[in-house]
């Protein structure tokens, strides 16, 4: 969202919504940016308002990953399916749908929803590939993982850098 400066996506994203506060998409782009701020339960707060308002898919997405980060996968699943239900092409509902198999021990799965993700052209190729790279790491295929880190490395455009480098430095050296 604001690469680093989550505090001011935050603070801007509270005004969108004190300017206009039965917008869906206001409430959005705040439960998203407390959620990418590891306030995953104030995100879930403003999805659920915007979806008081209006079901959208991308409020949908914003639940799952909510539940997602607040360790419910069972419902963070039931929020990806109304999200996909809504909105069955979408590639972003692909990688929230393969996280979710992540978190449940369902790799293979995982690995389905990340290549769908991929063919749908997914925006954020940086994310697909290093959570696919999760997926393979889960599967026991280091190697495999460990490429699409790299990959994922040289497509991030600063979002992921801590993680990647953190998933690579935890593969053993070759």
């Known amino acids: 969202m604001y690469a680093g400066r989550l505090a001011e996506a935050v603070a801007d994203a509270r005004q969108a919504v004190t300017l206009a506060p039965q917008s869906v998409h206001a ?3 705040l439960g998203w940016a407390h959620i990418e701020s590891g306030a995953p ?3 879930l707060r403003e999805c659920d308002r915007s979806l008081a308002i209006q079901e959208t898919e991308r409020a949908q997405r914003c639940r799952a990953i909510a539940y997602l980060d607040l360790n419910q996968p ?3 699943l039931a929020a990806a399916n109304r999200a996909v239900t809504l909105n069955g092409i979408s590639p972003n509902n692909r990688i929230v749908l ?3 198999d992540l978190a449940r021990g ?3 799965s995982a690995l389905t929803h990340f290549d769908a993700a ?3 052209h997914a925006f954020d190729r940086a994310a697909v590939r290093m959570y696919r790279g999760d997926a393979e790491r889960a599967l ?3 190697e495999q993982a460990r490429r699409h880190y790299l990959d994922a490395k040289g497509r991030d455009l600063g979002l992921y850098t801590k993680p990647l480098a953190d998933r690579l430095a935890a593969l ?3």
Do not use: S
Request: charged letters at 25%; a positive charge; glycine letters at 12%.
């Open 74 to 76: 069972e419902k963070a």
């Open 98 to 100: 393969g996280r979710i």
């Open 172 to 174: 053993p050296q070759r």
């Open 106 to 108: 369902k790799a293979q």
């Open 27 to 29: 409430l959005n782009v």
């Open 41 to 43: 339960a104030a995100g």
């Open 118 to 120: 991929l063919k749908q």
């Open 140 to 142: 026991g295929n280091l």
